[in-house]
């Protein structure tokens, strides 16, 4: 499981960021915030993998 604040890579699109808040409605999903500009997204928990 990804918890918040942890930096997480989308696999699809290989953008980082911070994980900046959870939810689960019809499944879990996560608000990333991007290193790069900032910007917000949605993600599923199995489209990000953790970054060290």
Same mark, same amino acid.
């Given at each position: 499981?990804? *918890?918040? $604040? !942890? *930096?997480? #890579? @989308? #696999? #699809? @699109? /290989?953008? @980082? /960021?911070?994980? &900046? =808040?959870?939810?689960?409605?019809? /499944?879990? $999903? $996560?608000? %990333?915030?991007?290193? %790069?500009?900032?910007?917000? &997204?949605?993600?599923? !928990? =199995? !489209?990000?993998?953790?970054?060290?």
């Amino acid at each position: 499981m990804i *918890h918040e $604040y !942890e *930096h997480v #890579k @989308t #696999k #699809k @699109t /290989g953008i @980082t /960021g911070i994980v &900046f =808040d959870i939810r689960n409605t019809n /499944g879990l $999903y $996560y608000l %990333i915030e991007s290193d %790069i500009d900032n910007e917000l &997204f949605d993600c599923a !928990e =199995d !489209e990000l993998e953790r970054v060290e």
